[in-house]
């Protein structure tokens, strides 16, 4: 095979401007999730009523009692998300050139900022929102997280390439072996995100006055569902441990070893939020951490799934 002449050029590097901009959207991105955590907490689900994306039938609400201010600030900012996503695919594909592997991960940015969107208006018109203690919640809870967390990863990992510098710059060797621990260890936090989802809408609509009630409560047959689901979460947690440190002991790198920071620290502060009962202060710095951890895990697992290596080879090589 030859090289052709137009592929021994090197692309060109997408300009600092763009990597900030793109870790400004995460950053942003962010902040929708931990309000949507405070719509939660604060029962503000069905501030706007049964109706999307319009706030009680306008486009701006008329003396609005504090949970619809609360819940159509949290619409705003996604409307505001939306916005900003699509200027960065935009971007990204004005700056990057045909087969670069950020192009994907932006595409993917748009894609489930659609599916949040739909997710969020079926949980407000299906009226999952406030103290709706169904299963069909708790599955839409779930389903709705589980996407908010596709959609933060495929931002994060857009902005991390972004700001990897010119092709080649950070390659990858490629190793098959790590492949697989690397899938589990995302596929693992993705559970542990789903099930901490429930956990938390548990601790929000049913409090409990001490530890001691709410470990009782776990396994009390007369409790409510979403109640005895709590246990879920550590166990999916203890699972995601094994799976991660599987992966970052053999990685041994730097952004490896971030990711276990992070995770210590993530552990560290679930374990206060059990002690506390959940405050919802506890609860927006425990996503918080929660979200900078995916974001480092999905760059760490894409670097090894989708080494910049392989991509140069397979562009140079014709």
């Known amino acids: 095979m030859a090289m052709t002449s137009t592929s021994a050029v090197p692309a060109k590097p997408p300009s600092r401007a763009l990597g900030v901009f793109a ?25 706007c009523g049964a109706a999307w994306p319009l706030c009680n039938g306008d486009f701006f609400p008329h003396h609005p009692r504090l949970a619809t201010i609360i819940e159509f600030a949290h619409r705003s900012m996604s409307g505001v998300c ?18 670069d592997r950020t192009r994907r991960a932006v595409m993917a940015s748009v894609f489930f900022l659609v599916t949040e969107a739909l997710l969020g208006a079926a949980l407000v018109l299906g009226g999952y929102v406030e103290h709706n203690t169904s299963t069909a919640r708790v599955v839409m809870q779930s389903i709705h997280f589980t996407n908010t967390l596709m959609l ?27 492949i697989w621990p690397a899938w589990t260890a995302l596929a693992a936090t993705l559970v542990v995100g789903a099930t901490g989802a429930v956990a938390a809408l548990a601790d ?9 009630a709410a470990l009782a409560a776990d396994f009390a047959a007369s409790a409510p569902l979403l ?6 979460h550590p166990a999916a947690a203890a699972v995601s441990l094994c799976c991660v440190l599987w992966l970052v002991m053999r990685v041994r790198s730097t952004l490896g ?11 560290f502060l679930g374990l206060v939020d059990v002690v506390l009962l959940a405050p919802t ?26 080494p910049e290596s392989n991509r140069m080879q397979a562009t ?3």
């Open 82 to 99: 939306t916005f900003l996503v699509l200027a960065l695919a935009v971007w990204t594909f004005k700056a990057t050139r045909r087969g």
């Open 257 to 267: 070893r971030v990711v276990a920071g992070l995770l210590g620290l993530q552990l």
């Open 281 to 306: 202060w506890m609860q927006i710095l425990h996503l918080l951490v929660a979200d900078l951890y995916w974001i480092a895990l999905v760059a760490l697992a894409a670097e090894l799934i989708w």
């Open 204 to 212: 929000t609509l049913f409090p409990s006055p001490s530890l001691q």
């Open 152 to 178: 933060l990863g495929a931002i994060g990992l857009t902005a991390w390439w972004l700001s990897s510098g010119a092709p080649g710059k950070r390659a990858t060797r490629s190793d098959k072996t790590l």
């Open 227 to 232: 109640v005895r689901m709590r246990w879920v």
């Open 23 to 47: 870790w400004t959207v995460v950053g942003y991105n962010i902040l929708v999730i931990l309000w949507g955590a405070v719509v939660r907490t604060t029962g503000s689900g069905a501030g």
């Open 316 to 318: 140079l090589c014709q």
